[in-house]
């Protein structure tokens, strides 16, 4: 007696099988294919069989598959799956080490809002960044409050911006790969910047304090920020003073002092300055998001040279860095208004600024300068503010 055949009767397919729970697996397959659900944002497709990989599912956001998923690639971090093998691990440790190890290259031209080419990372997109950006917000600005969150966008922002706070990001985040490209890219940025200084350095004072160019904010931003990782650097070292100033290296130092060279010279710690950046048009709200901006990198900077001392220093060396660094009676402007007001979301400024009593700038007596009368006497040597 001939065995029976089961035949499958999909479109254009025509096999055959001896036993029926072949057919059955077969017929199957043919249906898996038909029940994908393609993303109408790219190439990928679906199945409810498919499982969203580790990152995306403690996100809960949707998983479009493949490796890595599009979403983890996105935000620069390892896409694994639950059950991933041994080999799928070292993979991903891979994809990591290529994320965390790319490195600054030559400059190439970059946008008007920086002075510094945007140095380009290795084939990584700036997307990477995210997930050390979101570190930064969420762990550095509540205690180093210069950048504006409201309008900061990742997709426009200077790339040496990007790539400083991505670097505190990485130190932040504590792993050995992520510190270790921290100060990797440390180095290269500061390297980078100490190259285009011709760009952003002013050599001489002027009388209108350059009220006429733009002041490139984020690369002084930039700048700040590199310095402050040198602190990191040193507290990670324990390398510090009997004033307990940390001691950075020689070149770290002189790009700290020719930051404040330059903010001295061009007078952006001078209120009537930063209202000169602006036209009689301007928006009130883009005019107070500058001034602000400006009043904390100074007293940000201000914070950074009181905490700071140049390895190799003489007593004599550290007696006159006390001058040539940023002083009180360099910030000639009032406080900046609450952080409430500094924090909120871009939509909310009006309202909430209706609600809020901004400090009145114009009285240069409530500048901040004014305390260093009070503060400092050449005869009091006593290195206490």
Known sequence: ???RSFYCTYPDCGANYRRREHLKRHVAAHHEKDDRFSCPYCESSLTRRDKACSACHGRKERCHGGFPCSACE???????SKDS???EQRAVDDNVEMILSHRVRRPSPAPAESSIPSPPTSGAP???AQDYVDIYFREFHPRWPFLHRGTFDLSHEPCILIQSIVMIGLWIEGGRKSRDSARDLHRNLCAAIRSQMDRWYVLDSTPDGNQNTPW???TFQS???QSIFALLLAGDQAAFDLNLRYYIQTDEYELLLALVQTCRRSRIFFYPAM???HSATAPLAMVWVSVEEIKRLGLALYKVCRMTACAGSTDGDRSRGRDELLTLADLSFSMPDSDELWDVESGSYQRTALQTTLRDNRDPTSWVSASADVLYDAGVDFDWI
């Open 216 to 218: 490139p904010i984020a």
């Open 126 to 128: 700036r997307w990477v």
């Open 85 to 87: 093998a041994p080999e």
């Open 74 to 80: 996105k935000r620069g971090v390892p896409c694994l």
């Open 1 to 3: 007696m001939p065995s």
């Open 275 to 277: 209202l000169a950046q």
């Open 223 to 225: 700048v700040l920020l």
